[in-house]
């Protein structure tokens, strides 16, 4: 047997290092993504199956999945999880709605449209914990406009602050959120609404196409890509913010706008319990990671029929 010649060894070695050098390249952004991404949430998972209580220094034991058996026959959660379909729902879709109309506004040319988009996109740049602030503001009548604006309208008997009537105080936090978010899907599907090619409009013109065969046949096909992605990103996004639910009503009143993450929030930051919120946490992951599934799903499906 023929012994291994050096050459052939460091030709071996060479070709090792080359096969490795874009790993290598990208192990310092990969360590980084394990370490700030990876670790919590192996870390989150581990709590809910163990017995965290920051009160209790004796606490920290395995339980297994007594959270989860009590999460089964908690009425507060399940009751938070109707909310947080009633919030993700109402917001998505009235965000996707006034977003799709900016859009549609903001793509004809007119004077002073950089203004107006600028206008337009304001509220993104706004913090959410001021804006959850200022409309908490608004929404009082000893401060606010907006009730006064309702009394005058006819729609309010008298002026009062919405967040604290139970069969109204979720609108609250909806109104700011879609404030908040419409600059998502206006900037995402006015720069959708730029790709697409001016001449299928004025083909489609000479055909004798109107404004709304045009819109459909036309707009929209080219947009569905867009909006799909847009509409499962806002969706995954809105279910896990809680941020103007707890600035604007903390939940209430009577758990009114208590949603899953705002329930999460109480049970860790508040109750100090970190096992029980990993677990309603872990719930609200498989749900989300589920309805994901079903978007890409059906988005594939749509595509194969197409």
Known sequence: MRAAHPDDRRSFLQRLAQASEPYL??????????????????????YAFRDVQLLNPFSGGFVGLEHFRALGQDQAFFRALKNTLWWTGASVILQFIFGLILA?????????RGIAQALVFLPWAVPTFLAGLNWAWMFNPVIGPIPHWLFALGLMSEPRNILSDPQLAMWGPIIANVWWGIPFFAITLLAALQAIPRDLYEAASIDGAGPVKRFTSITLPFLAPTIAITVLLRTVWI????????????????????IVASYIFTQAFKRLDFGYASAVALALLALLLVYS?????????????G
């Not at 279910?239 to 009503?249: E, K, S």
């Open 104 to 112: 549609l506004l903001l793509d004809k040319p007119f004077y002073g």
């Open 239 to 258: 279910a896990n913010f809680a941020d103007l639910i707890v600035v604007m009503t903390n939940g209430g009143p009577a758990d009114r706008t208590q």
């Open 25 to 46: 390249y990208s192990a310092p952004a990969l360590c980084l993504i394990l370490t700030v991404m990876l670790a919590p949430l192996v870390l989150g998972i581990s």
């Open 293 to 305: 599934l079903l978007i890409v799903l059906l988005r594939q499906s749509l595509l194969k029929k």
